[in-house]
C-alpha cells in the first residue's frame, strides 16, 4: 500500500497540474467533469470510457462526461498548448528530441472521424480504424507524448456531407502524416520547446518534402529511410543507400547501445558514410546503418546535423525514437488512451488530450520521484 503522505503528495502534484489548465474552461462545471475525467483514466477501471468514468466520477449517468468533450466551453488545443509548457518545465532539456510517429486505433462501424480499413501499425495489418500521428518529446528526464492531429483519408476530406456529419470543421483540408508531423514540430519551434534533433520511421524518413523543410528550418534530424532511397554518392552521381553501406570495409562497424529497451541495451553493429552533397546553412548529411547482432538485418536512416557529429550521436538519436512507442504503451494501457467510444472530431481531441494530461502526470510523477531514488507511482485511484 502506497503511504498517506506519498499519495498527499501525488494528489498535490496533480492539483498543480489541473491549476496549469484551468483557466482553459470558460465554465465550472465543464472544469470539474474535465478534471473528473482524468481522475477516472487514471483509476484502476477494467475499462476506461464514458459509464466507467462517470461512475467513477459519482455519477448516474455519461450523458454529461460524454457532452464536456464537446463542449464549446473549454478548448482543447489550448490545454495542449499548457500541457506542453508543463512537460517542457518538468522535463525540458537542450539536448531533448522530438518523435513523431502515428498510431492505430481499432472502432466499428463508419461513422467515427476518420475511420476506414487502412494499414494499422498497432494491428500490424489492414483493420477498420482511426489514425492519429503524434508527437512526442525525450530527454534523460523523461518522455511523453506533446502533441497529436487525427489523420483524415481523402475519403473523408472529399466528403464535406459526412464531415459535417462527425462534426469535422469545413477548413480543415487532407494532409499527410508528414505533413502532420510539420505542423506539430512548427507548433513546438514557435512555443520554445527545447530540443536538439528531431527522429521517426521511414514513413516520416522516406519524404522528401518533409526533410527540405526540416533542412531548410536548421533542424537537425535522424529518420529511418528504404534501402533502395538515393542519396548523392559523388558530383554528378546518387546512390541506393543499400550500395552506399555495402561498401563499407567490414572492420568500420562499430557496436553501440542505442539506449536501454525493457530487456537492457539494445545493442547493433553501426556504420556509416557521409551524403556528398551541400546542405543548407553549411550543415552535414550521413547514411548509417544498424545491423541486428542475432539475425545480420540493416535498417537505413538518412540524417541532417552540424558538421563535427559523432556516430555515436546519431545512434543515440535513432534510439530516442522508441520514446514514442514506449509513450503509446503507456497511455493505451495505463490511462486508456484508445479506450473512447466517440465518433465527433471535436470529442476525439478531447479525450486524446485529457489522457495525454493523465498520462503526463504520471510521467511527471515518476521524473519527481525518481530524483529522490524512491519507488515508481502506480496509477491513482
Given at each position: 500500500?502506497?503511504?498517506?503522505?506519498?499519495?498527499?503528495?501525488?494528489?498535490s502534484?496533480?492539483?498543480?497540474?489541473?491549476?496549469?489548465?484551468?483557466?482553459?474552461?470558460?465554465?465550472?462545471?465543464p472544469?470539474?467533469?474535465?478534471?473528473?475525467?482524468?481522475?477516472?483514466?487514471?483509476?484502476?477501471?477494467e475499462r476506461?470510457?464514458?459509464w466507467?468514468?462517470?461512475?467513477h466520477?459519482?455519477?448516474r449517468?455519461?450523458?454529461?462526461?460524454?457532452?464536456?468533450?464537446?463542449?464549446p466551453?473549454?478548448d482543447p488545443?489550448?490545454v495542449?498548448?499548457?500541457?506542453?509548457?508543463y512537460?517542457?518545465?518538468?522535463?525540458?532539456?537542450?539536448?531533448?528530441?522530438?518523435?513523431?510517429?502515428?498510431?492505430?486505433?481499432?472502432?466499428?462501424?463508419?461513422?467515427?472521424?476518420?475511420?476506414?480499413r487502412?494499414?494499422s501499425?498497432?494491428?500490424?495489418?489492414v483493420?477498420n480504424?482511426?489514425?492519429?500521428?503524434f508527437?512526442a518529446?525525450?530527454?534523460?528526464?523523461?518522455?511523453?507524448?506533446?502533441?497529436?492531429?487525427?489523420?483524415?483519408?481523402?475519403s473523408?476530406?472529399?466528403?464535406?456531407?459526412?464531415?459535417?456529419?462527425?462534426?469535422?470543421?469545413?477548413?480543415v483540408?487532407f494532409?499527410?502524416?508528414p505533413?502532420?508531423?510539420?505542423?506539430?514540430?512548427?507548433?513546438?519551434?514557435?512555443a520554445g520547446?527545447p530540443?536538439?534533433?528531431?527522429?521517426a520511421?521511414?514513413?516520416?524518413?522516406?519524404?522528401?518534402?518533409?526533410?527540405?523543410w526540416?533542412?531548410?528550418?536548421?533542424?537537425?534530424y535522424?529518420?529511418?529511410?528504404?534501402n533502395?532511397?538515393?542519396?548523392?554518392?559523388g558530383?554528378?552521381?546518387?546512390?541506393?543507400?543499400?550500395?552506399?553501406?555495402?561498401?563499407?570495409r567490414?572492420?568500420?562497424?562499430?557496436?553501440?547501445?542505442c539506449g536501454?529497451?525493457?530487456h537492457g541495451?539494445?545493442v547493433?553493429?553501426?556504420?556509416?558514410?557521409?551524403?556528398?552533397?551541400?546542405?543548407?546553412h553549411?550543415?552535414?548529411?550521413?547514411?548509417?546503418a544498424?545491423?541486428?547482432?542475432?539475425?545480420?538485418?540493416?535498417?537505413?536512416?538518412?540524417?541532417?546535423?552540424?558538421?563535427?557529429?559523432?556516430l555515436r550521436?546519431?545512434?543515440?538519436?535513432a534510439g530516442?525514437r522508441?520514446?514514442?512507442?514506449?509513450?503509446?504503451?503507456?497511455?493505451k494501457?495505463?490511462?486508456?488512451?484508445d479506450?473512447?467510444?466517440?465518433?465527433?472530431?471535436?470529442?476525439?481531441?478531447?479525450h486524446?488530450?485529457?489522457?495525454?494530461t493523465?498520462?503526463?502526470?504520471?510521467?511527471v510523477a515518476?521524473?519527481?520521484?525518481?530524483?529522490?531514488?524512491?519507488?515508481?507511482?502506480?496509477?491513482?485511484?
Amino acid at each position: 500500500m502506497l503511504g498517506g503522505e506519498v499519495l498527499a503528495e501525488w494528489q498535490s502534484g496533480l492539483d498543480d497540474l489541473f491549476a496549469v489548465i484551468a483557466g482553459r474552461f470558460s465554465r465550472v462545471e465543464p472544469r470539474r467533469l474535465a478534471f473528473a475525467y482524468v481522475r477516472g483514466l487514471l483509476a484502476p477501471l477494467e475499462r476506461r470510457n464514458g459509464w466507467t468514468i462517470a461512475e467513477h466520477a459519482g455519477r448516474r449517468s455519461p450523458n454529461a462526461v460524454q457532452e464536456m468533450l464537446y463542449s464549446p466551453c473549454w478548448d482543447p488545443h489550448a490545454v495542449r498548448d499548457d500541457l506542453r509548457g508543463y512537460l517542457v518545465e518538468h522535463l525540458g532539456d537542450a539536448e531533448g528530441v522530438l518523435v513523431a510517429a502515428d498510431t492505430g486505433f481499432i472502432k466499428k462501424g463508419t461513422r467515427s472521424a476518420g475511420v476506414q480499413r487502412q494499414y494499422s501499425g498497432t494491428a500490424g495489418k489492414v483493420e477498420n480504424c482511426q489514425i492519429g500521428t503524434f508527437l512526442a518529446y525525450a530527454s534523460p528526464k523523461g518522455r511523453a507524448l506533446i502533441d497529436r492531429e487525427l489523420y483524415l483519408p481523402k475519403s473523408w476530406t472529399t466528403d464535406r456531407e459526412r464531415c459535417t456529419a462527425a462534426a469535422v470543421p469545413a477548413e480543415v483540408e487532407f494532409a499527410t502524416k508528414p505533413q502532420q508531423a510539420r505542423m506539430m514540430i512548427a507548433r513546438a519551434v514557435a512555443a520554445g520547446v527545447p530540443f536538439a534533433w528531431f527522429t521517426a520511421d521511414e514513413a516520416f524518413g522516406q519524404n522528401p518534402g518533409l526533410r527540405d523543410w526540416l533542412e531548410q528550418r536548421d533542424i537537425a534530424y535522424v529518420m529511418a529511410t528504404r534501402n533502395d532511397d538515393e542519396v548523392p554518392a559523388g558530383l554528378h552521381t546518387v546512390s541506393p543507400v543499400k550500395a552506399m553501406i555495402n561498401t563499407i570495409r567490414a572492420g568500420a562497424w562499430r557496436r553501440v547501445s542505442c539506449g536501454d529497451g525493457a530487456h537492457g541495451p539494445r545493442v547493433y553493429d553501426w556504420a556509416w558514410t557521409p551524403v556528398r552533397t551541400t546542405f543548407a546553412h553549411g550543415r552535414r548529411g550521413w547514411v548509417p546503418a544498424r545491423r541486428s547482432i542475432s539475425t545480420g538485418e540493416i535498417a537505413y536512416y538518412r540524417c541532417f546535423g552540424r558538421r563535427g557529429t559523432r556516430l555515436r550521436d546519431l545512434v543515440r538519436v535513432a534510439g530516442a525514437r522508441w520514446a514514442i512507442e514506449e509513450s503509446f504503451q503507456t497511455a493505451k494501457n495505463e490511462v486508456g488512451l484508445d479506450q473512447y467510444q466517440v465518433r465527433r472530431y471535436d470529442a476525439w481531441y478531447a479525450h486524446i488530450t485529457l489522457a495525454m494530461t493523465a498520462a503526463a502526470f504520471l510521467v511527471v510523477a515518476r521524473a519527481t520521484e525518481a530524483t529522490k531514488g524512491v519507488p515508481e507511482p502506480a496509477t491513482a485511484s
